[in-house]
């Protein structure tokens, strides 16, 4: 390993959080696979490295709690902790074969691409109506006025939630996604993600309580009706699955075009290429998700002592796999930190790999790539306002809070 003299475990920097690819190229170059002192994870930069950790059944997805996490929390954080990792080890993406391979079973037979390819339409309409509401004005915040909206909008009426539950649900997400991203949760943050789902599943009871009276023509009323071996999903797992769909389904989109679009409006040639040649759209979303991907980090937990290019990594630690770091490895992507629409399609890891592919990519690249094509023919001056945009401190879902425009 190479001595380094620069800082490569200050993952919680204002820095970091504007633009965490500095960071991942420093620890790709002088230590590919890093044990991060700060907080106590290893990290792992390099492309191949996280390829085939993705299809390596000793890196887990099932969370050990580490007992120095749960001897540093509160009373009233420990009190809480059971209430919210019911719904972190209850969803697939924290599950292993054989649960995880039930519960994703049970999904694919309901969240099928035909369910979201007859979404288009629909999808063309709220962009539409979503830019109506503000071109008049010639200028809006692209975060509250598009990137949150559509995706959140999409997925509520996917699953068939009432969008009055949006604002509980921005809520819950957002506590979810601070807590998935931070190593170890700020005094009282894990009660107050106790009472944020609560107040969701309160909600979610009684409507999946009707649906199961009167199905409807949506994807909740199919996960109501499923059942595997003469057993439906309880109304507990319902709920977990829901609310966590909600949460999968809108933060990383939002990200995707809020970052993607940031990236793009930030290379004013890339954006004049893809007004001239709308044919484009789909190749700028592949390389809005890589050059900024919605989720840069993802964690595994060891099952078994192994060692990589002479690393021990010990049974029960936990590593995180740096996504974005992959995505950006000169090995695979050629001047990795140029953005550039016309790249020649190589797999890009924004998505996950293997097992736990996400499963609503052809979602989120399908309301993307409708996202672009609108903006281009209705916006083509379309232009960052000013530098006031924010970036949200989160370690492992890199976003903006605000971005204003102009059109
Ligand atoms: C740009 C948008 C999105 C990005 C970047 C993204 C990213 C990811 C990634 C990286 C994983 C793998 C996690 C792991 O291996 O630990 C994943 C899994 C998952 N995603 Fe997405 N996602 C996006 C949109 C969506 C949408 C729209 C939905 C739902 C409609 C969704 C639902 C899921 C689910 C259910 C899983 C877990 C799959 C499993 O464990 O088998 N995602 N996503």
Not at 5 to 16: A, G, K
Not at 105 to 131: A, C, D, K, N, Y
């Amino acid at each position: 390993m190479a001595e380094s003299t620069v800082d490569l475990d200050n993952m919680i920097s204002p820095e970091y959080f504007a633009d965490p690819y500095v960071l991942f190229e420093q620890i790709r170059e002088n230590d590919p696979i890093h044990w991060n002192a700060l907080f106590g994870f290893w990290i792992l930069t390099r492309y191949d490295d996280i390829y085939s950790a993705l299809q390596d059944r000793r890196f887990a997805s099932t969370v050990t709690p580490r007992s120095s996490l749960l001897a540093s929390l509160a009373p009233e954080d420990l009190a809480a902790l059971p209430a919210v990792a019911g719904y972190l080890t209850m969803f697939m993406q924290g599950m292993d074969p054989p649960l995880h391979t039930r519960q994703r079973g049970l999904i694919h037979r309901s969240f099928t691409p035909r369910m979201v390819e007859h979404m288009r339409e629909r999808i063309e309409s709220i962009v539409t109506e979503l830019l109506d509401a503000v071109q008049a004005k010639g200028e809006f915040d692209l975060m509250d006025d598009l990137a949150f909206p559509l995706p959140s909008t999409v997925i509520f009426e996917l699953l068939g939630i009432p969008l009055e539950l949006r604002d509980s649900v921005r809520r819950s997400s957002e506590t979810i996604a601070a807590f998935v991203s931070l190593t170890t949760p700020a005094p009282g943050q894990l009660q107050q993600m106790a009472a944020s789902l609560q107040i969701v599943a309160d909600q979610l009871r009684p409507i999946i309580a009707q649906r199961r009276t009167q199905p409807q023509n949506d994807f909740l009323s199919s996960l109501v009706q499923v059942e595997e071996h003469g057993e439906y999903l309880s109304e507990q797992e319902l709920i977990i699955l829901i609310t966590m769909l909600l949460f999968a389904g809108h933060e990383t989109t939002t990200n995707l075009l809020g970052n993607g679009i940031f990236a793009l409006l930030n290379h004013p040639r890339q954006w004049e290429l893809l007004k001239a040649n709308p044919s484009l759209v789909n190749g700028a979303v592949e390389e809005m998700l890589r050059f900024s991907s919605p989720v840069t980090i993802i964690s595994r937990f060891i099952t078994e002592d192994l060692t990589m290019d002479g690393k021990r990594i010990h049974k029960g630690e936990q590593v995180r796999l740096a996504l974005g770091a992959a995505n950006r490895d000169p090995k695979h992507f050629p001047d990795p930190n140029a953005f550039n629409i016309t790249r020649k399609p190589e797999r890009i890891l924004s998505f996950g790999f293997g097992i736990h592919f996400c499963v609503g990519a052809a979602l989120a690249r399908m309301e993307s790539q409708i996202v672009l094509t609108e903006l281009i023919r209705r916006m083509p001056n379309l232009r960052i306002a000013n530098d006031s945009y924010q970036w949200r401190p989160n370690l492992a879902m890199p976003g903006l809070l605000s971005l204003p425009v102009k059109c």
